[in-house]
Antibody, heavy 118, light 109 residues
């Protein structure tokens, strides 16, 4: 059973860089794709991107120019950086996982509310 | 990018009634790689259905999924009080990006 625990700064100013980290407990760290998904308040879900244990990444084209997802296999952690944030980036950010690129998202972190405000 | 459109936006029903939720894709979803999630306030989404019609572990059999190509349906045969929530569909066969529908809220009438 995979468990995901995430943390990071919850309040940012416009133009700053969002940084979140997710720790993975249980399961096989090398056997999954590790994702970030966000949800603006009162709105739907948006997939940001994912990384596998080899460091291969896929990003949402709409965010690709500002997103970096990285992995630290020695700590069983993966991270999200989103640069040049604006108020439109205010959302609950979830770390999540899926087994392969043709399976659904099955494990989710608890979510972190990130607010961008001057 | 595959765009998923869910309807209706809100479904007002009473406990015990049947709920039928629709998810329509802008192009055919590869190999029926379509999932349904339930989300309650303050919680992460929970996987209900994957591959269009397979129930995830621990999901009651009152939840069922059907469809293929561009049209998919989630049916809740008899609504229980804990089923009132927001439901999202997700396609994961053509990525990046994985995409989600806008959601259907099932509320108590």
């Amino acid at each position: 059973q995979v468990q995901l625990q995430q943390w990071g700064a919850g309040l940012l100013k416009p133009s700053e860089t969002l940084s979140l980290t997710c720790a993975v407990y249980g399961g096989s760290f090398s056997g999954y794709y590790w994702s970030w998904i966000r949800q603006p308040p009162g709105e739907g879900l948006e997939w940001i991107g994912e990384i596998n244990h080899s460091g291969s990444t896929n990003y949402n084209p709409s965010l690709k120019s500002r997103v970096t997802i990285s992995i630290d296999t020695s700590k069983n952690q993966f991270s999200l950086r989103l640069s040049s944030v604006t108020a439109a980036d205010t959302a609950v950010y979830y770390c999540a996982s899926r087994t392969t690129v043709t399976t659904p998202t099955d494990y989710w972190g608890q979510g972190t509310l990130v607010t961008v405000s001057s | 990018e595959i765009v998923l459109t869910q309807s209706p936006g809100t479904l007002s029903l009473s406990p015990g009634e049947r709920a039928t939720l629709s998810c329509r894709a802008s192009q055919s979803v590869s190999s029926s790689y379509l999932a349904w999630y339930q989300q309650k306030p303050g919680q992460a989404p929970r996987l209900l259905i994957y591959d269009a019609s397979s129930r995830a572990t621990g999901i009651p059999d009152r939840f069922s999924g059907s469809g293929s190509g561009t049209d998919f349906t989630l049916t809740i045969s008899r609504l229980e009080p804990e089923d009132f929530a927001v439901y999202y569909c997700q396609q994961y066969g053509s990525s990046p990006p994985v995409t989600f529908g806008g959601g259907t809220k099932v509320e108590i009438k």
